[in-house]
Each structure stands twice: as C-alpha cells, then as structure tokens.
C-alpha cells in the first residue's frame, strides 16, 4: 500500500469548496482529528468564479447532513429560500405551464398504483389533473411553505425541497467548513504545470514562484480545465447536437412582490429564461442557442422581462454542453465545470459535484491510482451525465412550438437512442426502465411528460383487479382534504421570517 499523503484541489468556488468539505469530512479520523491525508486548496481571486449556480434539488440537503451542517444555520448564511420545484411556462405551446414538482406523488397509496389508477380515470370519464395530488405542486400554487419532516403524518409529508441559494455565499460558508477541519488554502494563480515521467502531474507552480506538490490533484477549475485537458489531454464529447444552447447571460435583481417557494423556466424565442428568488435578491438568466440568437439580443431580452432593478451589470458566460471521456485521467479528477457541463434547467450542477466526489471516495486510490478504479468511476459518472441529458432533452423534443427558428430545431431534433427508447417505452403504459440509482424518480418523468402533452396510451390491466369507484372516492377525498390542509400553512415568507431569516 502506498497511501496518499496529499491531494491538491485546484480552483475554489462552489465545486473546490464542496469537494474540499467532503473530503476533510470523510478522511477526517473516527476521533474527529483531521484526515493524515493534507488537503490543499489553492485559488485566485483574480479569477473568480461563474457563481450563477444558485438553485439545488432535494440531494443537497443530504449533502448537509452528511457533513453535519446545521441547514437552519446554512440557511441564514447562504440567504437562501425553499424551492418546492419548477414552474415551466410556454415550453409545449405559449400560453401553457406546467409545474415539476419534488416529492412523491401517490395519494396514500404505492406509487406506481397512483398512477396506474390515475391514468384508468381517464378512460373513466374522470378529468383529474396529476399535480392536483402533488402536495408540492400545491404548496407552490399557493405560496405556502412548511418543512415536511415535521408533518410527516399529514398529506404534506410525501413532499420534498430543494435551495435557492447565492452560490458565492455557499462557497465562502464552505471555506470556512473546510478550513475549521485542517484543510489549507493558499492563494495564488497557477502558472505552470509539471507532470511525471509517466505523464501524471508532479506540481504546480503559482505565480509567486511558490510550487505546490501532491500525489493525487482535484482539477476544479471550470471551464479552464487548466489540469484535465490543458494538461492531460482528456477530450470533450460534444452534445450540442442533442442541446444547442450554448450560451447564457445572467443578471442580479432587487425582490419585488413575495418570494416563491419555486423556480421559474420560461421558455423563450430561442432558450429560456431562470427566475431564481432569495431572500434579498432574485437571480435572473437567459440560456439561448447563438446560432438563433446574439448577445445583445439575449441581454435585451433578458432585461425586458425581470421583475425589479438590476443589481449588476449582465455578464454573458459561453459554454458547451457535454462531459469529459476521461473525468479521471492517471492521478488528476475533474470536478464540477472542468468535467463537464448541462444547462442548468433542472439545477443539476451542484448535484454533478457532489456526486463527482462521492464516487471518487467509492474508488478512493493509493498512488498507483490504479485504472481498473478510473475505468469504473468515469463509466459511473459519465452514467450520471447521461440521465440528465435525457432528462433535459425530454423537456424540448416534446413541444409544439413552431413560431421561431429554435422551437422548430427542438421539435424536430435527433434524440439519445437511450432518450428514444424510455420515451417509446413510457408511451405504452407509462412505465419507465428501471435505473440503478437514478436522480430523476418516475414522479419527475411523469411530471414533465404530462405537462408536455405526452400521456400513455393505456393503463395496466393489473389495476382493473381493484375496485375503482371505491378507489375514485379515496382519490378525491386526499385532494380535496390536502388541499384545504395546504391553505391553512403559513406563506413561504411568513415561515422565512419565523424560522430563518437570513443574518
């Protein structure tokens, strides 16, 4: 055994600090004590960050806990608001929305039940909408907010929540985590990379001349890729031939009105528009594809359709999407943008890190960093990227639209030969494949096909064993019972201001 003695993680911001918190977490000793592993941060702030990843979903609250954050504390800190899900308006045809919500959708029974029942209905004469039974959905309707852990015997405890959050608060908060646990932060601008004779990485040098050398380094860099493609030559596939949006440009905004216990995605001439509420101010952003659509139309846009007055100016950040063939490659991991990167129409960035990190410590390596665990970590996480490609893709092939240039593009798009065959599959029965730990649960599928027009063609028979009016009454009776039980919980505001409102 050879153990490592140093791993250096190049780059801060929300993906250096996450990976340096878990990191200093789970090496740290069964006492407590720091790991004997040295982490080493090293970051300039003549960089900085992109720092517009400022929505979650549900996985980064158990991110948390694993790290024994105090999430009312976290709260406080990071400004943050709840996010129930996401409200998609004139994505299938304009003048539409539909909402994605967290949480289980079941009506008191198993799941997969609901919804075969709730698809029978139909065939029934019944016209009951789907979301209508998410306690998510309704609490989102209704600008009503409470924590579902501690009404868990209600019909509100099969919901869900995520963050909205400012990314650079999230950093700084982590720094402090990190650091508080033995992890070293040097600040500087790397320079120069020098690699082994076996072409691994030796060290870095800052530009103070300083050389920082490690066994293992974490490239967290962003779209640089400074370490895992400057350096090692890991190549980049391509997927903007599935996801042409390659642009966005993102502006600050003072709150006007209540805050919303939910993003919003507003589908645009060619992309879509975030609205992402905190507690002092509202995030705003326009993803658009530039083969549809310049700069300056996109910030124009942009402009003309935020609530409030900007805060900044508006910054226009290019990117491209697709992943890394080799996220791992000799004794160099990339993490968050640096490995990869999927318009942030689901808010999956942050997840992307924290599941980067996760795997790295299920392969965790001595200094051979042997390849039978790359191999395995980069089929895992190119895996993961691959589920949320679908996913985004399923929100734009299924439109209507045909009024511009883009809509017209998406309608008619090539799809993932994986994307086509869930879909071909899902048309059937609404059945979905089974995923081995898959982010995106049915309810989620579910969610968006139906709000983008696409419904089953049949039920499975299985159900007509069960008695359906007595079904139907036991249905109609959990919506109409939760949703009076919605109405009465305080607004997402009034439960800010009582249980964490920010410092």
């Known amino acids: 055994m050879k153990p490592l003695q140093k791993i250096l993680i190049v780059g801060g911001g929300t993906a250096g600090w996450i990976a340096a918190s878990i990191l200093a977490k789970q090496l740290a000793k069964t006492d407590g004590s720091p790991s004997s592993v040295q ?36 709260i406080k800190y990071t400004q943050a608001s709840f996010k129930l899900g996401i409200q998609f308006t004139d994505w299938r045809v304009k003048g539409e ?44 309707k209704h600008g009503r907010f409470y924590l579902p852990q501690l009404a868990d015997k209600t019909a509100i405890g099969e919901a869900r929540y995520a963050l909205h959050l400012d990314a650079k608060l999230v950093a700084e908060y982590l720094r402090n985590y990190a650091e508080a646990r033995g992890v070293m932060r040097t600040e500087g601008k790397v320079m120069t990379v020098v690699q082994r004779d076996d ?148 808010s999956t960035a942050i997840h992307l890190v924290v599941r980067g990190v996760i795997h790295f410590m299920r392969n965790f390596p001595d200094q051979d960093c042997d390849q039978a665990l790359i191999h395995q970590y980069n089929r895992r996480m190119t895996m993961e990227y691959e589920e949320i490609r679908d996913f985004i893709v399923l929100h734009y092939c299924l439109t209507e639209r045909e009024d511009t240039p883009f809509w017209r593009w998406c309608k008619n798009m090539e799809l993932p030969p994986s994307l086509q065959e869930v879909i071909d599959y899902f048309k059937v029965q609404g059945g979905l494949p089974e995923m081995i730990d898959a982010l995106f649960h049915p309810v989620s599928w579910r969610s968006v096909c139906e709000g983008m027009g696409l419904r089953p063609q049949k039920y499975s ?21 939760m949703a009076e039980f919605v109405k009465k919980l305080p607004t997402h505001d009034q439960f800010i201001r009582d249980n964490c409102s920010a410092y």
């Open 97 to 140: 929305s539909y909402f994605h919500p967290f949480g289980t959708i079941s009506a008191g029974m198993k799941e997969y039940t609901f919804y075969q029942m709730w698809l029978k209905s139909f065939h029934q004469g019944d016209n009951f909408e789907l979301q209508d039974f998410s306690p998510c959905n309704l609490m989102a």
């Open 461 to 481: 028979p299985i159900v007509d064993e069960i008695n359906y009016p007595l079904m139907r009454k036991g249905m109609v009776e959990y919506r109409d019972a």
């Open 199 to 346: 072409g691994g990485i030796a060290k870095v040098i800052l530009r103070s001349g300083e050389e920082i050398a490690a066994d293992f380094f974490i490239d967290c860099s962003g779209f640089h890729a400074l370490l895992i493609e400057k350096t090692l030559g890991s190549s980049y596939c391509d997927w903007t031939h599935y996801l042409p949006c390659d642009r966005a440009v993102a502006v600050q905004t003072e709150n006007i009105g209540d805050t919303t216990p939910y993003t919003r995605a507003t589908a645009r001439d060619h992309g879509w528009t975030w609205r992402i509420p905190l507690q002092r101010r509202t995030g705003n952003g326009y993803v658009y594809a530039s083969q549809f659509c310049s700069d300056d139309e996109a910030v124009n846009t942009l402009l003309n359709v935020v609530d409030g007055k900007t805060l900044i100016e508006p910054r226009v950040i290019p990117f491209k999407t697709g992943v890394r063939n080799e996220l791992w490659k000799k004794n160099c991991l990339a993490i968050g943008l640096a490995s990869g990167f999927i318009e942030p129409l689901e």
């Open 39 to 74: 982490i080493q941060l090293v970051e300039s702030e003549e960089i900085g960050t992109i720092g517009v990843g400022e929505s979650t979903i549900p996985p980064f609250l158990e991110m948390l806990k694993t790290l024994e954050i105090n999430e009312q504390e976290f």
